[in-house]
């Protein structure tokens, strides 16, 4: 099931004031921070420009939040070296702003960009 409309205008506001920015505008044209939303999932991610092409851009998925449209709540999720997700400790909440948050100070080291 796809996300309301109102959810996925909100998600595609608050992801895109959250990745504009995230990369400095000198490695801009090397890096750069994304999302992707399918269905009730949305993936956070960096692409970074290959080695052996760097007219390739290499996708690298860092987290993963999942609405239940049940209970109008976001879980995150993290990936692990062999490309497993994993449900991240805190509960469900209605408002994924705090997960971001989480992911960028990564108190438990599973955010591999988290600045904590």
Known sequence: MALSEFTLKLVEKKLGDYCRGRVHEALCHRVRIGYAIEGE??????????????????????????????????????????????SYYLKPRADFEIFLREIDDDPVRVFWWGQG
């Open 41 to 86: 999932l949305v993936t956070l991610f960096e692409e970074r420009r290959g080695l052996l092409d760097p007219e390739k851009w290499v996708r690298l998925d860092m987290a993963r939040f999942r609405f239940d449209p049940r209970t109008k709540k976001w879980s995150l999720y993290y990936v692990d070296t062999d490309s497993v997700w994993h």
